[in-house]
C-alpha cells in the first residue's frame, strides 16, 4: 500500500512539474517555444467574406460546404491557429483570421479557385513536379504533365470494401469512382497510354493518390485500393468530391479587426480568474480544514496541468474560451465537496479514517462521473455543432478542464490524503 502511494505521488509530481515547466514563459526547457495562442478577440486579426459561384451547382449546400472545407485545409496551411470558418446565407463564407501577418498571401491563398486534374508522368523537361497532398515536405521524384481529364469529367466518388483474394473473409476499403462519357473515353486513353505507370489525381496542385496504372480501364470505373484504413478512404473520397465541381468564390469584404478585448483584458481575466482560486479556496480552509488545504493543494495542480496542456495542444485562448477555463475552476473543486462530505458520513458511521477516506471516494465516484460526463457530452455537443471560434473555445477549455479535473480530484486529493493519514498528521483532518 505504501509502495503505491509512492509509485502515484511520485508519478503527480513528475506530471506537475512538466506543467511547470511549460507554463514559465522564460523556462529554460520549453517555455519560449511553446506560447499560448489568442483568439481574435484577443489579438485582432483579419475577417474574409468569400462569395461562391453556385449557378452550376446541383446541390447547393454540398458544394459550399466542400468549399469550407478546401478553405480550411488552406487555412490549416498558413498556419493559422483556430481559424473560424462558417457559412452565412445561401452562398457566403465568412472566415476569421486570429493574429495573421501576411494577409495578401492568405486571400491569394484561400480564394483561388480550386481543380482537380489528372496528370500522367512525363519525361519532358517541362513537366512540373508535384508535392503530397498530406505529406507538404515530400515531394515526388518523377515530373508530371495535365491531361484533359479533370473533377468536370466525374460523376461519383466514395468509400467501398472489396474481398481480400487470399482470404474472402477479409476485405479492404478502397474508394471506386465514376466518369460521365466524356470522361469515360479520356480516361480509357489516359490508361491505354501509361500502363506499368502512375497515373496522379491532382488537387489545388498536390497529389492526393498516384495509382499505378495496370492495364487498360474502357468501363469509365475504377477502384483506388492500397490505402491503409477506412479513414484515409473516406479522406480521399472528400478530396475527389471536392474536386467535381470547381466553385470559384469572390472576395466581397475584407476588414482587419482590432482586438476588441485586447491584453488588458487577458491580464483582467487572469486577475478575475486569482480572486475566484483565493475565495474558493479561503472556503474551502475554513470549512474543511486540513482536508481543505488538500484541495487546495489539487487545485493549484490542476491549474498548473490544465495551462499546460492549453499550450502543448495548442488551444486559442479566447475570451470565452478563458471563461471556459474560470468555470471549470469550480467544477474542479465541486468534486472534492461531494468527496468531502461523503467522507463526513463514513466518519459519523464509526469507520476509521482511512476506510473512511477510501469509501469516501469509491461511494462519490458514481456522483462525480454522472456529472462530469453529462458536462462532457455537453461540450462535445457544442464543439462539433457550432461552427463559431468563440462558442467551440469555449467547449474546448470546458471540456478539457473537466477531464483533467477529474484526475486532480480523484487521484491528486486521494493520494495526499492518504498519506497524510499514515502519518501523525492524521489527527488534524478534520471533514
Known sequence: MKRNLFITIILILLFVSFGVFIDIPQSPLWGQKIKASLGLDLVGGTQLIYEADLSKSVDKTKDLNNLSSVFRNRIDELGVAEPSIQTSGSNRIIVELPGIKNINEAVNRIGQTYDLVFMTETTDPSGIELKDYYDPNYTYPMKWQASDLTGRDLTKSEVTFQGNNSQQIQSEPVVSIRFNNAG????????????????????????????????????????????????????????????????PATLVGQQNIGATLGINSVKSSIVAGMIGLFLVAVFMFFYYRTAGLVAIVALIFYSILTLATYKIIPVTLTLAGIAGFILSIGMAIDANILIFERMKEELRNGKDLNLSITDGFKRSWSSIRDSNFSSLITCTILYISSGSGPVRGFALTLGLGIIISMFTAITVTRTILLIISQTNMRKLIHV
Open 184 to 247: 469515360k473515353e479520356k480516361f480509357a486513353a489516359l490508361t491505354k497510354a501509361n500502363i506499368n505507370k502512375r497515373l496522379a489525381i491532382v488537387l489545388d496542385n498536390k497529389i492526393v493518390s498516384a495509382p499505378t496504372v495496370s492495364t487498360e480501364i474502357g468501363s469509365g470505373e475504377a477502384i483506388i485500393s492500397g490505402l491503409s484504413d477506412i479513414k484515409e478512404a473516406q479522406t480521399l473520397a472528400n478530396r475527389l468530391n471536392e474536386g467535381m465541381l470547381p466553385v
